[in-house]
């Protein structure tokens, strides 16, 4: 069994690679293209299956470099299953390139999987940065004046996260994470210790696109097509916030030189995502400010140093990159304002309900999955006595679900406009697209509804990196 | 004193059934089925395929006749309910959770009972009031069944999670429906709710987790968060948080911003349910998580909930006083009863206890009366202006008998229901708030006045010849609103216990005042557990 575990790896990354070489050398033919969406899909779909028929097994690979345990398991289903949905979801006619466009999330997919099952820092660096870099490259497919924006943006936070593990590294003389607990256990918060991780901390607000670090971002993914927007929003931040996870697991003997950072940080992506979500006019930029205050919820499990706040943020975790990844994917073109919307739930209801889930589910409205896991996140926060920030989180919860009243009204409440009116058209429906809309729905509905289990898995998560 | 007597004789209990709950349903999901099966069914409609609007009827049917069918149930689960039994009925309890420590906890005591009664009454009410809806019919009533299914499950709610979960889950769909169908400054109306409510959901989380974090973080079960010990500062703490969510809720001056735009522009079936059933879960909440938990709290409290009633109803009598809107004069009007209900709590006696559910039942139906017969009338005469609605009793003979029946039972005046409430908290309350309850009576006072004026200017003064052409309730709007009018004259006639006239059969077992004593004994029963002979 244990020779199967990096089978879902291997599968994606064969897959990317027989996609950009194919689409590169005209290896498939325009109408195999037009199946490609659900073969890639099912590869996808066989990646899940086998991560989590093989996945429970615990393995080491390359000399620690890679470890198989249930963050792993955990972190990798959700990418996997995030982007299968998306990929089945997604209007391939809004998209710029069918292999490029497929390659990329599997190439982020690839990233994310390799910083959850990360046994050291280079592993954890170079999982991010894949993802990172994916995204550059879909954003680049329709913008390249943001691509080169985020390009430069994410080189100053990879270099800030590089300088940062390499202080880090330096100071603790190891870069196992293991090991680098085991020595802090013995160690003291030092002002060595403090700069780098907040060097580490800086580069990662950026990449996860917390508010208000998105600075080139959000930005980007308004521009990217919606499955480009997708990977930046969702992928992306699930990677970096992966990484932070791994980090703050590392870090916990010390909570001192980080928790400071990560309460402000936290405060201000979970805040300020709800204030930017509700000012904001297009149903994009909306869907991207309340993934920019859920991740905020993500952080501020972390603030809280316990197993129990670790394992609530892995379940937001796995909740932000399936609604964060699929949202954009579910809403199509509607890049204009909320118009572009209007009567989509009676002209496209799969889509409108998996739409309004998703900015249901990022705002944090109950009873749905986001929901719960802020909840479980609140709770470990009450546990450690993190009132303000709790508060701080409820606020933005608040501001962000009145955020999703507008949209919701516009798609249920307002009637279809005419069609030569509302300026963007709405996603062309495909048998395919069809039922990647219903299992977005039900994944998200089911996520919320299976949340003891899933929550306990995520518990489990917490655990397998060392937190008692 | 006839009516006091009355109220507080201890009548003989029915002989009973060894388990609670036992009779016709033993089932153990019943608390269940009146949450879900709205849910289930707004479910159903919105899956329907309805091409024009084909099926718009059969939709208003389907949601008609699920809230009869809980109606139903509700009414055989209130027969078999054990009115002497200070323990939680109809229980459901499964492990949900675990890792944060919430259960899938309902139950439901005296209060719970007559909540529940009062939100399957205003159920059947919102639907019959939204018969005229026609536009997006599907979306409407899908939304009212959620709306409803939210306030049922935040009254069944055990588990404190449980009660988060459905008291914010019940901003969604009402916001909805205002912004959907609500009157022309339906977005200030939606935008001020979810404000206000949202504030009181951010308060009532920060409340529940400081109480979690102080009883040890293991559960949020209610039996053990509501029993834990916690210190004198943590209770002040959470009592005032719970204060803030309940009177954002209910709602209480100075954060009753979103009453008057809600209530004045929804549409009136939304408007029934908010003032009717949801606005009373502000009073259930200070109810459960103060006056019955935090005894420390409850009584260094009390005194800022009888400044906050009093300034309630003396600021809604006054401002209707002034209102130039009929819909907006029966909105600050609808804030009394609240006010009343928050008196009876702060007096924390068991008589004024008892008054304050006998009040969230009875004021919630005078609430949905005037906010409801006002906006029908407002509706049948094409205009809500004040200056120019004159003079229609002789037109409207049936709305006008029903808008002094809803005055009536907003001052609390004998044969109505919150008569019965509104003495049982006076006299409850005169004993330990008296400041609070000169201030809350010189409030209904006040309130008399202003209901005299509208009554004249709206019903009795010379018709306007230059108004709009004006015609009397439907048949349909009679309905909604005489059975608002018609559960206030019952319970109003016989608070002892309702009986079938002309027989010593009792129609609901025990009656309306033994239940809603049940599970108040420590703080509030004037009754005693029945011993063997």
Known sequence: MKDFALLPEALVAAAAVILLIGGRLSWISPGARRSLPTVVALVTLVALGVELWAGATLGTYFGGGLVQDRFALFAKAAALLATTIAFAVVDWTAEDSVTVGLAMPLLATFGVMIAASAGDLVALWAGLELAAAAGVVMVALRRPDLALRLLVTGGVASAMLLTGL?????????????????????????????????????????????????????????????????????????????????????????????????????????????????????????LAYLAAGQIGWVAAGLVTHYRSGLGASLFLLGAFAVAATCGPAVMGRAEGGEAALAGMGALRPARAAGLALAMLSLAGAPPLAGFFGEFAVAASLAQSGHFALLALGILGSVLSVAAVAGPLRVMYIQSPPDEARRGTRLPVVSGLSSFGAVAFCGVIAVYGLLSSPILGLADQGAEALGLR | ?????????????????????????????????????????????????????????????????????????????????????????????????????????????????????????????????????????????????????????????????????????????????????????????????????GLGTAALVVGTMALYAAAGGGTFDMDVLLKATVGSRVQLAVGALMIVAAATRLPLFPLHGWARDVYSEAPIGVAVVVAGSASRLGAYLLLRTLIGAEPAAAHLLAPLLAV?????????????????????????????????????????????????????????????????????????????????????????????????????????????????????????????????????????AVAAVAFATLWRRVLFSAPNPDAPGVSDASLGETWYLGLLAGGLLWVGLFPGGPKLPGTDSPLFDQGLVNVMAAGLSDIASPYVLPTGP
Not at chain 2, 308 to 325: E, I, K, N, S
Not at chain 2, 396 to 421: E, Q
């Open chain 2, 1 to 197: 004193m006839i009516w006091l007597s009355i109220l507080s004789a201890s009548p003989s209990p029915s002989p009973a059934p060894t388990v609670p709950g036992a009779g016709i349903f033993s089932t153990s999901l019943l608390l269940s089925l009146t949450v879900w099966v709205p849910v289930v069914m707004a479910i159903a409609i919105a899956s329907m395929p309805n091409p024009r609007g084909r099926y718009d009827a059969l939709m208003k049917q389907i949601a008609f006749f699920t809230n009869v069918g809980i109606m139903f149930v509700l009414g055989i689960a209130y027969n078999q309910f054990q009115s002497f039994l200070p323990t939680l009925q109809y229980e459901e309890k499964v492990p949900w959770l675990q890792a944060v420590g919430a259960t899938y906890h309902l139950g439901v005591d005296g209060p719970g009972m007559t909540m529940l009664i009062l939100s399957g009454l205003i159920g059947i009410v919102s639907v019959l009031a939204s018969l005229g809806i026609r536009e997006r019919v599907r979306s409407y009533f899908c939304l009212l069944l959620l709306a409803q299914a939210t306030v049922n499950g935040a009254i069944v709610a055990r588990d404190m999670f449980i009660l988060i979960l459905f008291w914010a889950a019940a901003a969604i769909p009402i916001a909805l429906l205002v912004l959907g169908w609500g009157g022309p400054r339906r977005h200030a109306a939606t935008w001020r709710l979810l404000g206000y409510w």
């Open chain 1, 166 to 286: 390499a202080f880090l590294y330096a100071s603790v003389g190891t870069a196992s994470l293991g090991t680098m607990r085991a020595v802090l256990f013995s160690g003291a918060p030092t002002l060595a210790l403090a700069i780098p991780i907040f060097l580490v901390i800086s580069g990662l607000a950026v990449r996860a696109a917390l508010a208000p670090f998105q600075l080139a971002s959000i930005p980007a993914s308004l521009g990217a097509s919606p499955l480009g927007a997708g990977l930046v929003l969702g992928l992306v931040a699930a990677a970096a916030a992966t990484v932070a996870i791994k980090l703050v697991a590392a870090l916990t003997p010390i909570p001192t030189v980080y928790s400071t950072y990560l309460e402000v940080v936290a405060a201000l992506a979970m805040v300020g995502g709800g204030a930017a979500a509700l000012a904001a006019q297009s149903p994009r930029a909306k």
């Open chain 2, 308 to 444: 906050l009633a009093a300034l309630t109803v003396g600021y809604g009598a006054l401002v209707a006083l002034r209102a130039l809107d009929l819909r907006q004069a029966a909105a600050y009007l609808a804030l009394i009863p609240g006010g009343v209900t928050v008196l009876a709590l702060a007096a924390l006696q068991p008589l004024s206890i008892a008054g304050a559910v006998l009040s969230m039942f009875a004021g919630g139906l005078a609430a949905a009366l005037i906010v409801g017969v006002c906006a029908t009338l407002s509706d049948r005469a094409q205009s809500r202006s004040l200056q120019v609605l004159s003079g229609l009793a002789p037109r409207m003979p049936i709305l006008t008998w029903l808008m002094i029946i809803a005055g009536l039972a907003i001052l609390g005046v004998p044969l109505l229901a919150t008569f019965d409430s509104n003495l049982l908290t006076f006299f409850g309350s005169f004993k330990t708030q008296p400041i609070g309850a000169f201030a809350v009576a010189a409030g209904l």
